[in-house]
């Protein structure tokens, strides 16, 4: 008797939906993570959610200054260390796999984080702004998985904090669109083929979140007004996500070994969109550049933090949340989340 292939093809799903059911949550306890971009903003919210579930963290940035501020502010003795590093310099990548070993004794979760943001027209970005920001946000990851690799066989996890702009290319953030499609891309290929050597990798697809990163984001066109429009959505409550709950709902898709989850109500809605109605979601996004301010004609790069207007400067809600995830004290690169 020949069994159907689409029988077999719905119990081989149901067998594995059961075998992932069944599975007991991943526990943090005693375990040891490193954190890229871990001295502020989300990288210091996730610091803190998994210090609250037992685990022990190294916290991955380029300024020692901030790294300083962040392991006071965690207030959690030996169970928090700190290495200095570029996540492109392949020689602190794998120093700082080296002293997160040192110092906890093992490695295993790999919590990629840092990134670059940039903002601002197509017509005002170049080539290099592309290669730059690609680097960082899905090249470092690659790397840095790579290497922790030998560390994470049999039982690790690796965690991609990508973007809804993975999914759906927002106007005015082409090149972190492009790097968070590669990084959401990257996640999925190494969830496949990790996974047999017992490495279970999650990817996040976040919105907007109140992580006060604004401020450290690379500007280019209309600055001013770039900034305005940028840092406005990222502090508004119902467009972002208070950071601290975007964390705890990242670190419970880690926990649980999800493939991929989107993180936010906008995420979610935007993501179904794009999946539901790709011509209407290309549509108004279209609409939305048009509303966005025009191109300037030059291609000079501004922090976010140079241009600030007096209305960012004075929201509370924004300011609250740079407070919070140690932005204002922060080195001056831009770099971070």
Known sequence: MRIPKRLLLTAAVGAIAARRALRAPYDLTG???????????????????????????????RSADDLERAQDSLNAGERVQVVAGDVTVIADIERAIEQTVRAHGRLDVLVNNAGLIQVGP????????????????????????????PHL????????????????????????????????????ALRAELEREGITVTTVLPGLMRTGSPRHAIVKGRHAQEYAWFATADSLPVVSLDAQEAARRIVTALVRGDAETMVGGPAWLMRSAQALAPQLTADLMGLTNRLLPAPSGSTV???????????????????????????????????QK
Not at 313 to 319: A, D, M, V, Y
Not at 321 to 330: D, M, P, R, S, T
């Open 31 to 61: 375990r040891a993570a490193l954190i890229t971009g871990g001295s502020r903003g989300l990288g210091l919210a996730l610091a803190r959610e998994l210090l609250d579930r037992g685990a022990r963290v190294t916290l991955m940035a």
């Open 122 to 149: 197509l017509a005002d970005m170049t080539e290099g702004d592309f290669r730059e920001i690609l680097e960082v946000n899905a090249l470092a990851p690659l790397r840095l998985t790579l290497a922790a690799r």
């Open 153 to 188: 066989r049999g039982g690790g996890r690796v965690l991609i904090v990508s973007s809804v702009g993975g999914r759906v290319a927002v106007p005015h953030l082409a090149p972190y669109s492009v790097s968070k499609f590669a990084s959401a891309g990257l996640g999925q």
């Open 301 to 335: 790069t501004r922090m976010g933090r140079e241009v600030e207007g007096t209305a960012t400067r004075s929201n509370p809600i924004k300011r609250a949340a740079e407070v919070e995830f140690n932005q204002l004290g922060a080195h001056q690169d831009g770099t």
